[in-house]
């Protein structure tokens, strides 16, 4: 059952977000490659370090991101569409669904500033439950 709401909820957020604006002009959004059901920004490369493994305790993902965007765009675009996605904001970056907590977070990638910005995502199974 956690897995079809899963599917749910990603068949959701493709018909919803053409609606909110959120898809690039083709009305296309891409996925990180690790995660199905968690969308990248527009603008936003996957860095092809994406790993992912089941736990006892749970999944643990790290992937990255970098691209030509603004950390304000970045915070925005997520703080929008994770909540369509079950994901609910517990703090700065940090979100929670399902026993699990998403944290999203930037660092300039090498190459330094004028290269944009590196977006790490970090899902790891939420401690105590």
């Known amino acids: 059952m956690k897995y079809f709401s899963k599917y749910m909820l990603v068949a959701a957020f493709l018909v919803l977000a ?58 925005d675009f997520y703080e929008n569409a994770l909540p369509h996605l079950g994901w609910s904001k517990i703090g700065p970056g940090t979100y929670r669904r399902e026993g699990e907590v998403l944290t999203i977070t930037t660092a300039l990638p090498s190459g330094g500033p004028e290269k944009g910005i590196r977006a790490i995502f970090s899902i790891r199974p939420e401690k105590g439950g």
């Open 18 to 75: 053409p609606l909110a604006g959120m898809a690039a002009g083709d009305n296309k959004t891409n996925f990180l490659s690790v995660v199905d059901d968690l969308p990248l920004m527009a603008g936003l490369i996957e860095a092809g370090d994406g790993v992912q493994f089941e736990s006892p305790q749970g999944r643990i993902v790290d992937v990255s991101a970098t691209g030509n965007v603004g950390a304000d765009a970045l915070r």
